[in-house]
């Protein structure tokens, strides 16, 4: 199992990491807004991740970290 | 639980102060990654790392480096860094300049630095674009690529093609190692910190002077989201100002 932890705090709701995964595991929240006003990435489905981590090399603000099990 | 992926030490805590997309984020933190790994493989004192910054929209990079840094005045951080590794021989030093810094005003100190064959290491972030004052035309800037000071595109017979650094600084006796990259993909990105570890690893051996030229985007002044920014410069940038090797003299030895 992967776990794709995204920190909202940090995260600019910029979708490079939505365009980078190949499973298309993570979206844009429709309803949250993080203090700094961005709509941040969500694990939409997580069940679809391969652990390939191209959508942390691709955040440009560093805010995602992946672990597997 | 092991870990795939997290943020490297050689990153402060300090969130990037950059607009939302913008490569110079991703092209920091594969510096930093380099610097890390050849620490831990003990190639490398963790206290004898000096960055120097420019002035241009990473002009705080010095924020986020956890390692020491300098900020040279617009252009001369070349200079600056020569000054730093001849007192100091055995520091790693590496520059970080965009575009307009290092192809505009500081052309002469990067020209020159190489000519001398200065044992740095420079990351060059071509966006383009003066990105920090507002998104003018840099000579970077390509033809018909509309800026604020070039609001019809930018035309050639007025201001000269774009002009290409790694092909000019290849052909200076200095260099030893020239590379273009990009950090549009997966793929890419990690050629590209291959690239930046390797003109490190260089320095490391007392080699000459080695530029590492990353394509970058500059979603806010070239007025697209960071995706279509991305795109953009897959099918404008790259076909202009292509990636590859242009000098490795170690590889040649081989
Ligand atoms: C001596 C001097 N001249 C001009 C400026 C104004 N200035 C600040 S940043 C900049 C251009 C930065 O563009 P670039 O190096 O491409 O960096 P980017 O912001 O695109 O990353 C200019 C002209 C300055 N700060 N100092
Ligand atoms: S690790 Fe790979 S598959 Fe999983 S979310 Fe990131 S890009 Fe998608
Ligand atoms: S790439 Fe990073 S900053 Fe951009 S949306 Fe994804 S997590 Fe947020
Ligand atoms: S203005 Fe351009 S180069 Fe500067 S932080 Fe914003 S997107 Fe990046
Ligand atoms: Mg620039």
């Known amino acids: 199992m992967v776990k794709v932890t995204i920190n909202e705090i940090v995260c600019k709701g910029c979708g490079l990491c939505v365009r980078a995964c190949p499973k298309s595991v993570l979206a844009l929240s429709k309803t949250k807004l993080n203090a700094k006003g961005y709509h941040p990435a969500e694990v939409a489905v997580p069940e679809a991740c391969i652990g390939c981590a191209s959508c942390a090399r691709t955040c440009p603000d560093v805010a995602i970290r992946i672990e597997k099990e | ?254």
């Open chain 2, 1 to 254: 639980m092991s870990v795939v992926f997290e943020k490297t030490q050689l990153l402060t805590d300090k969130q990037f102060h950059y607009c939302p997309g913008c490569n110079h984020g991703i092209i920091h933190r594969l510096v930093a990654e380099s610097i890390d790994e050849l620490v831990k493989e003990g190639k490398l004192e963790a206290g004898n790392i000096v960055g120097v910054a420019p002035v241009g929209c990473s002009v705080f990079a010095y924020d986020y480096f956890n390692c020491d840094m300098f900020e040279a005045a617009h252009g001369r951080a070349p200079a600056v860094a020569t000054g730093i590794k001849r007192a100091k021989p055995d520091t790693l030093v590496f520059t970080y300049q965009g575009d307009g810094d290092l192809a505009s005003i500081g052309t002469a100190e990067v020209v020159h630095a190489a000519h001398r064959g200065e044992k740095i290491v420079t990351i060059f972030v071509n966006n383009a674009i003066y990105g920090m004052t507002g998104g003018q035309m840099a000579p970077t800037t390509l033809v018909g690529q509309k800026t604020t000071t070039s609001p019809y595109g930018r035309d050639e017979a007025w201001c000269g093609a774009p002009i290409k650094m790694s092909e000019m600084l290849s052909e200076v006796p200095g260099s030893y190692y020239i590379e273009r990259c990009a950090v549009n993909n997966n793929a890419n990105i990690l050629k590209t910190k291959r690239a930046i570890k390797k003109a490190m690893q260089y320095q490391l051996e007392g080699k000459g002077f080695c530029m590492i030229e990353v394509l970058s985007t500059c979603p806010t002044n070239w007025g697209l989201n960071p995706v279509e920014a991305m795109k953009w410069l897959e099918e404008n940038m790259i076909p202009y100002y292509p990636l590859g090797v242009y000098k490795d003299k170690g590889a040649e030895q081989k």
